[in-house]
């Protein structure tokens, strides 16, 4: 989905006495460690969660080729990235029926990224966008029509670049006419000055807690990167935060849920994420406390009120889905040569 700038802890949240509850250990982002999300679970299965926070898809990879096998059992990963995961023996086959597909938003369920040698290995859980997030009470939202408005001029100090590389540079090849499926090598070389045009308009650099502190606070007006993850949270106290998908498009995050190969706890991991994807827990998901984001699964708009919904843009999504293009893939060499591209926007 998005980098978590988050710090990595380790939370346990149970009401069971600890020496009669079965623990279930999962490596998650921040959404997940919501006790609201939680407590149903571990109540219905008498069993104790443990969950560890990690930042990006690499660090996640690491802590399961360092760890046992047993260690793990579910884990929250990009979608993109499950085939990724497979390649390295860490992840083990979906039980058949623990998706229930046929009531998903068809454009999220990213079989051919989910699937590996006709096998799922995961199930996309929770999706949205990063795109253009900004105070509408201090632009022109017109001019957020538009990707090109961040280069004008008009704005000039008033912008912050969310710090991930992956969907800026996609973005920043949106606006330059190049899709993120074509991001290569040679492609970013025509990205070098757009983005270095961008930075010197930009008042800084931050993530995630640092968007949206200075987005809420009023130290930028507009952010590149952000979406509905970034100001659904913040709504309720300041309802001019807004976000929207420009003409050019955005990008679709989308993480998905596996279990871990080697499990010793096998069914209760399936059980977990039968959970995670049942009408309830999307609806919790979706307005977790530490980020908001769309269902995959559209039952959860049954649970969902009508307010949350409105927050979440549902009834745009069919809309929003057509323009979205999914995160940059890149291969080893392109991946490299789009970090030292960001290294050398960051020291510019």
Request: net charge negative.
């Amino acid at each position: 989905m998005f980098k978590q700038s988050y710090a990595v802890v380790a939370l346990a949240v149970g009401f069971a006495p600890a020496l009669q509850a079965e623990d279930l250990n999962a490596l998650i982002w921040c959404d997940h460690a919501d006790a609201e999300l939680l407590r149903p679970f571990e109540e219905a299965h008498g069993v104790r969660v443990n969950v560890k926070e990690y930042e990006g898809t690499a660090a996640g990879l690491t802590l399961l080729e360092q760890s046992r096998p047993g260690d793990w059992d579910v884990m929250v990963i990009d979608a993109v990235d499950v085939g990724r995961a497979v390649e390295r023996g860490l992840l083990a086959p979906l039980p058949e029926g623990t998706a229930p597909l046929d009531s998903y938003f068809p454009e999220v369920q990213l079989k051919d990224h989910v699937t590996v040698d006709g096998t799922v290995y995961a199930a996309v859980e929770k999706f949205g966008y990063n795109t253009i997030a900004y105070n509408k009470a201090a632009v022109d939202p017109a001019d957020m029509g538009s990707l090109d408005a961040l280069w004008s001029g008009k704005y000039d100090g008033r912008i912050a670049i969310y710090d991930y590389y992956l969907p800026v540079l996609g973005l920043v090849g949106l606006q330059a006419g190049v899709d993120t499926s074509d991001l290569d090598a040679a492609a970013l070389e025509g990205l070098r000055t757009p983005l270095m045009s961008l930075k010197s308009a930009s008042k800084q650099v931050s993530d995630v807690v640092g968007s949206q502190t200075a987005l809420a606070t009023g130290e930028v007006d507009i952010l590149i990167g952000g979406g509905e993850w970034l100001t659904a949270v913040l709504n309720a106290e300041n309802p001019d935060l807004d976000w929207t998908i420009p003409e050019e498009g955005g990008l679709l995050w989308a993480q998905s849920l596996a279990i871990v190969e080697g499990t010793e706890k096998p069914e209760l991991a399936a059980e977990f994420v039968k959970y995670v994807l049942s009408p309830e827990g999307q609806a919790r998901l979706a307005t977790s406390s530490c980020y908001w984001g769309m269902p995959a699964n559209k039952a959860a708009g049954d649970v969902l009120s009508d307010e949350q919904k409105a927050v979440l843009r549902w009834d745009d999504q069919a809309e929003y889905l057509k323009r979205a293009q999914l995160y940059p893939v890149p291969d080893g060499d392109t991946d490299a040569a789009m970090q030292d591209l960001w290294t050398d926007m960051l020291q510019n």
